[in-house]
């Protein structure tokens, strides 16, 4: 979104340890191909996590999975804040 509205600036990229970049890698190979909902993006399902486990060929330990639904729900909880102080803002703007 910040890219969007030329707000890149605005992006703050975590530090991601060289051990954990292959799941940073997966997360994002996974969300580009997630569900979207009438609210917006659905959380990864273990079946899609499977389905794209068994496609690359990646192995996936329990423990990456267990990252990976954690960066999702973290994912997910963090674009409902930012959508709802949208909502926020908008609703400010259209009142003046």
Same mark, same amino acid.
């Given at each position: 979104?910040?890219e969007?509205?030329?707000?890149?600036? #605005?992006?703050?990229?975590?530090?991601?340890?060289?051990?954990?970049?292959h799941?940073? =890698?997966w997360?994002?190979? #996974?969300?580009?191909?997630?569900?979207?909902?009438?609210?917006?993006?659905?959380p990864?399902?273990y079946?899609?996590?499977?389905?794209?486990?068994?496609?690359?060929?990646?192995?996936?330990?329990?423990?990456?999975?267990?990252?990976?639904?954690d960066?999702?729900?973290a994912? #997910?909880? @963090? =674009?409902?804040?930012?959508?709802? @102080?949208?909502?926020? @803002?908008?609703?400010?703007?259209? @009142?003046?």
């Amino acid at each position: 979104m910040y890219e969007r509205f030329d707000r890149a600036a #605005l992006i703050e990229e975590p530090d991601i340890p060289e051990e954990g970049e292959h799941i940073w =890698l997966w997360f994002w190979q #996974l969300s580009r191909r997630r569900q979207q909902g009438m609210d917006g993006p659905q959380p990864l399902t273990y079946t899609e996590i499977s389905g794209c486990s068994r496609m690359t060929g990646d192995i996936l330990l329990r423990e990456e999975v267990a990252i990976i639904t954690d960066m999702d729900d973290a994912y #997910l909880d @963090a =674009l409902a804040k930012e959508r709802e @102080a949208q909502r926020v @803002a908008n609703r400010k703007s259209n @009142a003046n």
